[in-house]
């Protein structure tokens, strides 16, 4: 493939409207693509630093020699994938993804005296495991990282100082699933291509026979003819407009009383008509 700079991408957070990271209870259903909809259990987080997100796929392999000394095989022993990030928004959400949902608690909402009070429990316990979500764009290019099971479990210096933002930063540690998998990266390079309609559009629709006599209690079919014949959708509905003289299903008419019914048949595409008279005789 030719080199195209278009495909060069930076990781922008996609956070027009929520955080670009998000979290939900492990059972959650997952994007399997990158337009999915995602569940409403998932809650965004807050800003954040500019140092951006860090994927680190780690494994660790074991070498097996042969008896001369050449490397005859390489095992894979452990797979680690990690990400790594720092929150510069102080709040609710963004202290529960860093240090656990059952370690952080609102002790007072905001009121006249003072604003939301929250107290975070630091102690020898890790967070529980979530899913998370990671959400980036460059122009019309998106980029997603799914982490179907993961938690924090390690943390860099907090700092608190009057020349910068105080961040929490996280290193989060990754499961597999039930396929083995850690990690998904999904990808749209946000370019689009004109998809031609091939569609055949119903042009005309004709009714068979245009007449036909039945007695009470009895059936006749007619036949809706779709045109033309290569039309993408032939489906037609039916309809009588006497009920109580003749129905329709699917083309069969069944006389109900002495009288006269016109039976449509109505294209579903476009809307196409046709008719039939129908005279339903007493009988017997």
Same mark, same amino acid.
């Given at each position: ?19 670009? #990271?998000?979290?939900?209870? #492990? ?10 909809? +995602? ?47 720092? !929150? $510069?928004?102080?709040? #609710?959400?963004? +202290? ?5 949902? =059952? ?14 009070? $929250? ?25 997603? #990282? ?23 930063? $996280? ?12 990690? !998904? ?44 014949? =290569? ?54």
């Amino acid at each position: 493939m030719a080199i195209d700079a278009t495909k060069v991408l930076v990781g922008t957070p996609d956070q027009d409207v929520t955080g670009a #990271i998000l979290t939900a209870p #492990i059972g959650t259903p997952l994007p399997t693509s990158i337009d999915d909809e +995602l569940d409403p259990a998932f809650v965004d987080s807050g800003y954040v630093s500019s140092d951006g997100l860090t994927l680190t796929p780690d494994a660790s392999t074991n070498d097996i020699n042969e008896w001369g000394g050449a490397l005859v095989r390489r095992i894979l022993q452990t797979f680690n994938g990690t990400l790594a990030w720092s !929150y $510069i928004q102080t709040d #609710i959400d963004s +202290l529960k993804n860093t240090f656990g949902d =059952n370690n952080v608690e609102v002790t007072a909402a905001a009121n006249a005296q003072h604003g939301q009070q $929250i107290r975070v429990s630091m102690g020898a316990r890790l967070p529980e495991r979530k899913s998370w979500v990671f959400k980036m764009k460059d122009g019309n290019a998106r980029i997603m #990282i799914v982490a179907p099971d993961a938690h924090p479990t390690s943390w860099d210096d907090i700092t608190f100082a009057s020349s910068d933002a105080v961040s929490w930063p $996280i290193s989060l540690s990754t499961y597999p699933d039930s396929t083995n998998n850690s990690l !998904y990266l999904l990808f749209d390079d946000g370019k689009t291509t004109a998809v031609q309609d091939t569609t055949v559009h119903a042009a005309s629709v004709t009714v068979t026979p245009t007449t036909a006599v039945v007695d009470a209690t009895k059936t006749v079919t007619l036949t809706a003819s779709v045109k033309p014949d =290569n039309t993408t959708d032939k489906t037609v509905t039916w309809s009588s407009d006497n009920t109580k003289i003749a129905t329709v299903a699917n083309g069969v008419v069944t006389g109900v009383a002495a009288g006269t019914a016109h039976i449509t048949a109505t294209t579903k595409d476009g809307g196409k008509t046709a008719s039939a008279t129908v005279t339903v005789n007493a009988g017997a």
